[in-house]
């Protein structure tokens, strides 16, 4: 609804300026016509000639010039610098803020919905006559939907948009959680929670481009732990919730599902409502279109639809988030240490039934309980935001419009990385009734915090480093990270039960181990890699240096 205002909003500006200025368009489209009318071979000579009109952004300022090409027989919409207010990145500031508060609430309802059974696993399995580590499949499909959903989604919003890859892929997660909580058989059960998570794979692959949409560097060092703890807290605090079910006998477990779906309605609501379209290539596109008709004239086009049709499109993009995820090196390394991350968080699922429930006697809300040590560790690190905002602004020399070398962002990583593989051997050695369960939530604490600095700086690395394939490359990221935790929840049960608590965690803190150095490594290789990368952007040497369209890169 709102991206439907927006539109509308942008066809009366441009009406409005047509009529204000409307001797100087005439002149582009008598020049243009002029131009295509030449029958000999001898042009005009009119090459990127800026137009002396330009056009108002939602605010009401002035916005986006058009340029006029003899060559290429168009008149290019685009904006005409870093300060239109036509870009989103100019909006106000309580607009900016509005819009990440609804895309964090889609974050939230979506990334709970995985975790929202995770509880009532013993009362399902015997509801739907399957063993509980089948019941575990509720889980790994939602990942595996999530896992197959990303291939598509990048492409799909740089194809058609942020807002309506966000709006109708909830409004389709909505009638799956609304299966699955109808369901009467296990295999409608499973197929629904599959479709979840592939309808979910929009809002969590995708949700950092659209950061990226609106803020440019050194403000998304503020943004992005927002933007983590939204993602990386539900699948802890929905166990709590579904803990409180279970421990029910007067409560059927399916409330988990109906609970996730009256949130999920709710925020759905929200966004429709509110969420506007924030993907300048698809904005400039609506403005054209504008232009054309209220002109008469086919002159005006943008760059988006000029490029290619909506199918060739998606033949382009979409064997890019393969390509990213098996030739691009910083998506492997970065890939590798989230895997692991996203490993532990699912399989936690069950193992807290090992580590807390079984070991200290606990009762399903007690156990479901103790998640809170990892939301309070990511949120621990999320209050550091203003810091790392102020050592952004304090690299980037105050510098207005000041880019920053990827690897600044790898900061909140190496400081906190050595702690993974701390926090799981600590997490599985005091594992014992004798020692106090305060060590263990200790231990998630720290897992909290590595979980939320790990994500802040995969993506921020990942979208200051391939620009405009970002949407592309966090999906393949995420893509990734998903299929494989969904495979490993479901040996997650059988390890613990046939290795225990202590061998789990030491072997998976001996993984970590060995990928505590990715972060060091990426940080002293990074430029190098991005140099034979197609698709990576590559700066200029040297602290404040310009690059070649002018603006200042500041080396990390």
Not at 80 to 102: E, G, Q, T, Y
Not at 168 to 192: N, P, Q
Not at 541 to 548: D, S, T
Request: glycine residues 8%.
């Amino acid at each position: 609804m709102w991206s439907f205002h927006q539109y509308r909003q942008i066809e009366k500006e441009v009406q409005h300026d047509w009529q204000k200025k409307r001797l100087p368009h005439q002149r582009d489209i008598e020049e243009f016509n002029l131009c295509n009318s030449e029958e000999s071979n001898i042009r005009l000579g009119l090459q990127q000639t800026q137009s002396p009109n330009s056009y108002a952004s939602p605010g009401g300022r002035p916005s986006s010039a058009q340029h006029l090409s003899a060559k290429e027989d168009h008149i290019l919409v685009e904006t005409a610098s870093d300060n239109d207010p036509f870009d989103p990145r100019n909006w106000s500031l309580l607009s900016r803020a509005k819009n990440v508060a609804i895309i964090s609430l889609l974050i939230f309802v979506q990334a709970w919905a995985g975790a929202s059974d995770s509880q009532t696993n013993s009362p399902a399995s015997k509801f739907y006559h399957v063993s509980q580590v089948a019941e575990n499949l509720a889980t790994a499909m939602y990942l595996f939907g999530i896992g197959s959903g990303c291939l598509f989604v990048g492409p799909l919003s740089e194809s058609i948009g942020r807002n309506p890859t966000y709006l109708i892929s909830t409004f389709c997660y909505l009638f799956f959680v609304l299966g699955s909580a109808l369901s009467e058989s296990f295999a409608s059960h499973i197929g629904c929670r599959y479709f979840i998570g592939v309808s979910s794979s929009a809002t969590l692959g995708i949700n950092g481009a659209s950061v990226k949409d609106m803020f440019r560097p050194v403000k998304r060092a503020f943004v992005f732990p927002v933007i983590a703890w939204a993602n990386v807290v539900p699948p802890v605090l929905a166990p709590i919730v579904s803990g409180w079910v279970a421990s029910r006998i007067d409560i059927d477990f399916r409330w988990t599902e109906w609970i996730t779906l009256i949130i999920s309605g709710f925020v759905f609501v929200i966004a429709f409502l509110f969420l506007p379209e924030t993907y300048v290539p698809i904005l400039l596109d609506w403005k054209a279109k504008h232009l054309c008709r209220i002109t008469g004239s086919e002159a005006y086009v943008s760059a988006h639809a000029k490029n290619a049709s909506f199918t060739a499109r998606m033949k382009q993009t979409l064997p890019l988030s393969l390509t990213f995820l098996f030739t691009e090196p910083v998506i492997m390394v970065l890939g590798s240490f989230l895997v692991l991350l996203y490993i532990l968080l699912f399989s936690f699922l069950s193992g807290f039934d090992y580590i807390f429930k079984r070991t200290y006697a606990l009762s399903y809300l007690q156990s479901g309980g103790c998640f809170a040590g990892i939301a309070i560790g990511a949120t621990a690190f999320t209050l550091f935001a203003p810091i790392l905002y102020t050592w952004a602004r304090r690299h980037a020399e105050h510098i207005s419009g000041a880019h920053i070398t990827p690897e600044f962002r790898l900061w909140p990583a190496l400081v906190t990385a050595p702690l993974l593989p701390i926090s799981l051997f600590w997490l599985g050695w005091t594992n014992y009734p004798s020692i106090s369960i305060y060590s263990g939530l200790g231990a998630c604490f720290c897992f909290g915090i590595v979980l939320a600095a790990m994500y802040v700086s995969a993506y921020e690395y990942i979208i200051d480093s391939y620009g405009e394939h970002a949407a592309i490359a966090l999906a393949s990221i995420t893509m990734v990270r998903y299929l494989i935790a969904g495979g490993m929840v479901l040996v997650a049960r059988p390890m613990y039960e046939r290795i225990g608590v202590h061998w789990a965690m030491t072997l998976l803190g001996c993984v970590a181990t060995i990928l505590t150095p990715g972060p060091w490594l990426l940080f002293k290789w990074g430029r190098r890699l991005r140099e034979r990368s197609p698709y990576a952007k590559v700066y200029g040497k040297g602290e404040g240096q310009k690059n070649a369209n002018g603006e200042v890169w500041l080396q990390g």
